[in-house]
C-alpha cells in the first residue's frame, strides 16, 4: 500500500467516497468505482457502504484498494442494530466500539468517528434553528441514539477506549463533523463551531496518547466565509490537518455540485485546508455512478492543484508551466500527457477532427499561438 | 428584446460564446447553440464566427437572439483581408472601421475592441517575455498587424471614430483584453498591465462622450492574485464594470477548463467582477458543441450566484433558503424547480430509482433528514 502524508507543507490530498446503498447493494459497482477513483488519482477512498454485507463489502474493498482507505463504523453499527432490533438506536456503546474494532482489524487506515456530536454541541445547535438541521448521517444517527437513550455520545464519553482501539491498530482518527451545515444560510452558526471546539479537545487528548487525528470540516458554506472558517477551525484544533467535504458555496446546483465543492474546497485548501473530500455530481440527487466517481476525483484534483498553487506547494507551478509551453509549441501529446485528464483530451480531439492537425477547431488556421509565433520570430530577426 | 443592466449593485452576468469556426462553418449549429444558451439562461451571447458566411451567420443570430449581442469585428477584418489579399494583415483602418459600422448596422448590442493592444503596450508587454505570449485571438490579429505595417493600433489611434460609430448606433464599448495572460506564470505581467492602463483612459474618453463602455479581463491567474488585480483593474478603469473571461486558475485542466473558470469567476466576480464570459470543457481542444454551451452557462451561473450570495445581492440568498426549505421538507418537485437546472435533477432521479420515493438512492432508509425530522419532533413534543 502507498504510503500517504497529509498536512501542512505538502501537497493538497483528495478522498473519494464509495460504497453500496439499500437501493444499490452491488459490491461489484463499488469495486469498479474504486478502480476508476484510483486510476484518476485520488489520494485514499472511504468505503460508506449501508447496503448488502458490509463485512464482505469492506474486505473486499481493503483487497484490491491500493491507497489509503477509510471508513465509518457508525453506519454499520447502526445498520446492525436495526437488522437485530428494528430499531437503529438500539445500538449499545459495546456493540459500536466491537464494530470499531472490527474495522480496525480488517486494516482500515483511518475512521470517520463523531465524536463531536455531544450533548453540549446539541445544546448550542438547537439554540439557533438552523434551515437544513444535522445533515450528516453519521451525526443524525448519533443525536437521533443520544435523545431516545437520554446519553451522551459514547464515542466522545469513552474517547479513551476509542484511543485504545485506533493505538492498538494503528488506525488515524478522522474527527467527524456530524453538525456542519447543510445550507448556505446555516454556515458558522453556534452548533458547527461548537462541534469545532469539542473537536479541539479531542485532538489534545489524542496527540497525548499518540494517536494520529485530523479533522473534518464542512458542508455549505457561502465563499466570504470560507477563510474565516479555515483560521478558526485551524486555531481551535491546534493545526490539526482539515479534511473538508466541499464545501458547497450555494445549496440551488443539485447535478453541479461537484463544481460547487471544487470552488469551496479551493478556496479551503488555499486558506490552510490539507485534504479534500470529493464531491460528485449525484450529490443530493443520488448515489454516483462510475462515471461520476471518475470526474469527481478529476475536478477535485484540480481544486486541490488550484489551491497548490496559491499556497506555493513546491514543484506546482512546474507543472502549469510545463503544460503552458506545450501549448505554445502546440505539441498536442504532450498537452495531453501533462493533462489532469488524458484521456479527455484524445476524446475531444478525436471528436472534433481540425484541417490542419497543428491547430484546434476553434480558432483553426486564425490561430492566436501561430501568428504570435510569426510576430516573435520577426521581433527576434529584426534585432 | 431583454434589456440589460450591467455594473455594480446588481447581480453578476452571464456571457456565452457561440460562432461557427473554419473546420465547423455551419450556421445551424450555431442557431441551436444559442438556443441552448439562452434556454439555460445566458444574459448575453456573443457571436465569434470566424467560419462561412460572416454576415449573413451574424444576422442570423441577431434574428434569433432575445438576449444582448456581442461581437468581435476585428475577426470579420481580418478574415475579409484574409480572403481578398491572402494576408490577414493586409487589412486596412477604413476596412476595420467599415466591418465595425456594419456589425453596428446590424443591431449589435455591444462589440470587443482591442483597443488597448498598442505600441507601448506591446514594448511593456516584450519587457518581460512570456511562457505563451498573446493568447488572443484577436490581440494577435492585431499585435501582428502593427508589426507588420509598422503602425499604432487603429482603434487606439483613431478611437475618437470608433467612438462616433458606437455613439451613432448606440452600441456598447466592451474594451478587449488582447494581453491577457494565457499561462499562470504570464498573470499580471507588465504587458496586462499596461493594457488595463490604456483602457483606463479609453474609459474616460467614452464617458466623456456618453458612450457606454466596459472593460474585460483575464485569462489565466492564480487565486492568490484574483482579488488584488480586481482591484488594480477597478482602479486603473474608473469602475468601469468589469468582463471577464474566466480566469483559469490552472492550465493543467483541458477538458475541465470550465470548472476552473467557474473557480476564478466566482472569486473575480465576488471581489467586484460584474460580467463573466462562460468557458466551456471545450476550451483548449476545440469548438464546443451544443451541450459544451447549454452545460456552459449552468456552470457559469453557478459561479455568478455564489459570488452574488458573497457580495450580499438582494434576493440572492432567499433562493438558497428556499432550496434548502424544499430540501429539508424531501419536496423534490420543487427541489427540481429551484435548481439551476431542473432538467438534469429529473434525469439523474430518473436514472436511479429508489424504494422510498420521498428518499434519494445514496442513504435510501438511512436518510438523515429523516432521522433529524424525527428528533426535531420529539425534542417539540418533550417541550
Redesign the interface.
Known amino acids: 500500500m502507498r504510503p500517504l502524508a497529509i498536512g501542512a507543507g505538502l501537497s493538497t490530498k483528495v478522498n473519494a467516497n464509495l460504497g453500496t446503498?439499500?437501493?444499490?447493494p452491488d459490491l461489484n459497482d463499488e469495486l469498479r468505482k474504486l478502480d476508476a477513483a484510483v486510476t484518476m488519482g485520488a489520494d485514499t477512498v472511504m468505503d460508506l457502504s449501508?447496503?448488502g454485507d458490509l463485512d464482505e463489502i469492506r474486505r473486499a474493498i481493503r483487497e484490491q484498494c491500493p491507497v489509503t482507505l477509510g471508513t465509518v463504523p457508525i453506519?454499520q453499527a447502526?445498520?446492525e442494530a436495526g437488522e437485530r432490533f428494528d430499531d437503529?438506536t438500539r445500538m449499545s456503546p459495546d456493540q459500536i466500539f466491537e464494530v470499531i474494532e472490527r474495522h480496525a482489524q480488517d486494516g482500515v487506515d483511518f475512521m470517520t468517528l463523531h465524536c463531536g456530536v455531544t450533548r453540549w454541541s446539541l445544546e448550542e445547535l438547537?439554540r439557533a434553528p438552523r434551515?437544513?438541521?444535522?445533515?450528516?448521517?453519521g451525526?443524525?444517527?448519533l443525536?437521533?441514539w443520544m435523545?431516545?437513550n437520554d446519553a451522551e455520545n459514547p464515542l466522545y464519553e469513552q474517547f479513551d477506549r476509542l484511543l485504545d482501539i485506533l493505538d492498538n491498530y494503528g488506525v488515524a482518527a478522522s474527527l467527524g463533523d456530524g453538525l456542519r451545515p447543510?445550507?448556505?444560510?446555516?454556515a458558522n452558526d453556534p452548533g458547527q463551531i461548537a462541534e469545532m471546539r469539542v473537536q479541539g479537545e479531542l485532538v489534545a487528548a489524542a496527540r497525548q496518547r499518540g494517536v494520529q487525528v485530523f479533522v473534518e470540516g464542512p458542508g455549505?458554506m457561502?465563499?466570504?466565509q470560507i477563510s474565516g472558517m479555515v483560521a478558526l477551525h485551524k486555531q481551535l484544533c491546534q493545526n490539526a490537518p482539515l479534511y473538508v467535504l466541499g464545501p458547497l458555496?450555494?445549496?440551488?446546483?443539485?447535478?453541479?455540485d461537484h463544481?460547487?465543492a471544487?470552488?469551496g474546497g479551493?478556496?479551503c485548501a488555499?486558506a490552510g485546508a490539507d485534504y479534500l473530500c470529493y464531491v460528485t455530481?449525484?450529490e443530493?440527487?443520488?448515489?454516483p455512478?462510475e462515471e461520476d466517481v471518475a470526474r469527481g476525483v478529476?475536478?477535485c484534483r484540480?481544486?486541490a492543484?488550484?489551491?497548490d498553487?496559491?499556497k506555493g506547494v513546491p514543484g506546482a507551478?512546474q507543472?502549469?508551466?510545463e503544460?503552458?509551453?506545450a501549448?505554445?509549441n502546440l505539441d498536442w501529446e504532450r498537452?495531453?500527457e501533462?493533462?489532469?485528464?488524458p484521456g479527455?483530451?484524445h476524446k475531444?480531439?478525436g471528436?472534433?477532427?481540425?484541417?490542419d492537425p497543428q491547430a484546434?477547431?476553434?480558432?483553426?488556421?486564425?490561430c492566436?499561438?501561430k501568428?504570435?509565433?510569426?510576430?516573435?520570430a520577426?521581433?527576434t530577426g529584426d534585432e
Not at 360 to 366: P, T, Y
Not at 371 to 376: G, S, Y
Request: glycine share 6%.
Open positions: 446503498s439499500p437501493d444499490f449501508t447496503g453506519y447502526a445498520i437503529i438547537d434551515v437544513c438541521g444535522i445533515v450528516s448521517r451525526g443524525s444517527m443525536a437521533r435523545q431516545v447543510g445550507a448556505v444560510a446555516d455549505h457561502p465563499i466570504n458555496v450555494t445549496d440551488v446546483s443539485p447535478g453541479y463544481i460547487s471544487a470552488i479551493t478556496l488555499a455530481a449525484a443530493h440527487i443520488g448515489l455512478d478529476v475536478i484540480l481544486a492543484h488550484a489551491a498553487l496559491a507551478a507543472w502549469d508551466t503544460m503552458s509551453q501549448r505554445f498537452m495531453a501533462l493533462a489532469l485528464d479527455i483530451v475531444r480531439r471528436d472534433r477532427v481540425t484541417l484546434c477547431s476553434m480558432c483553426g488556421k486564425f492566436s499561438i501568428l504570435e509565433l510569426a510576430r516573435q520577426a521581433a
